[in-house]
């Protein structure tokens, strides 16, 4: 069964520290992995996307990472904000052979910044 | 941007009664789906269209409808609404055709089925 496991569950770190967020899986076969930012009370928003051949990503003070090998992924956020406050979802997709593609998302890491 | 709005932000609705959640979106994208996102469990896909009059069953289809009759608006549609149902509902839309095709996804509805 197609999974999407992410660590930690919950996180919380003063305004300014750096974290790191990681993500597991065993989707087969894949196509692309992208990393969510979900606002309170919003729909999620796509930060990054990489494909096998990428390890890595950069928007801003967000840089992913993907180690297709391993099937790992980070996501890490330098210099944190209190607008990073968000719950951060992985998402691994995987190509149908009928065309299109099958999204596996994570159950999300629930980051708090605090000053 | 493309933008995708869903009609209401929150819903309250009884057991047993047809609940029509609205969704559309602006930038002229074939692809469109409907989720429902519960704690713990990340999000589940419902249906999804790849285009006009065309729909699919997701992961979780059970106990909904979906309609698009217009390439900018996806309707998702219960029936006879459960507490089970009880939910975030979020609609996104893609442009489709490529791997790395995007889902931008509306502000979602909470709805609560009592």
């Known amino acids: 069964k197609n999974q999407v496991e992410q660590s930690p569950q919950s996180l919380i770190i003063l305004e300014g520290k750096n974290c790191t967020l990681q993500?597991?899986?065993?989707?087969?076969?894949?196509?692309?992995l992208r990393w969510y930012k979900q606002d309170t009370g919003r729909g999620p928003v796509s930060l990054t996307i990489m494909t096998f051949s990428e390890n890595t990503k950069s928007n801003g003070r967000y840089t992913a990472t993907l180690d297709a090998d391993t099937k790992q992924s980070s996501l890490h956020i330098t210099a944190s904000q209190l607008s990073d406050s968000a719950s951060y979802i992985c998402v691994v997709s995987a190509p149908l052979t009928g065309g299109g593609n099958k999204l596996t998302f994570g159950t999300g890491t629930q980051l708090k910044v605090e000053l | 941007d493309v933008k995708v709005t869903q009609s209401s932000r929150y819903l309250v609705k009884r057991t047993g009664e047809k609940v029509f959640l609205e969704c559309v979106q602006d930038?002229?994208?074939?692809?469109m789906f409907w989720y429902r996102q519960d704690p713990g469990l990340g999000l589940r896909l419902i249906y999804f269209?790849?285009?006009?009059?065309?729909?699919e069953k997701g992961d979780i289809p059970e106990g909904y409808s979906v309609s698009r009759e217009k390439k900018e608006r996806f309707s998702l549609i219960l029936e006879s609404a459960s507490t089970n149902q009880t939910s975030m509902y979020l609609c996104?839309?893609?442009?489709?055709?490529?791997?790395?095709?995007?889902?931008?996804f509306g502000p979602g509805t909470r709805l609560t089925v009592l």
């Open positions: 269209s790849y285009d006009v009059k065309m729909k």
């Open positions: 996104a839309s893609s442009l489709g055709g490529i791997s790395t095709d995007t889902q931008y």
């Open positions: 930038m002229d994208h074939e692809n």
């Open positions: 993500c597991n899986y065993t989707v087969s076969p894949f196509s692309n």
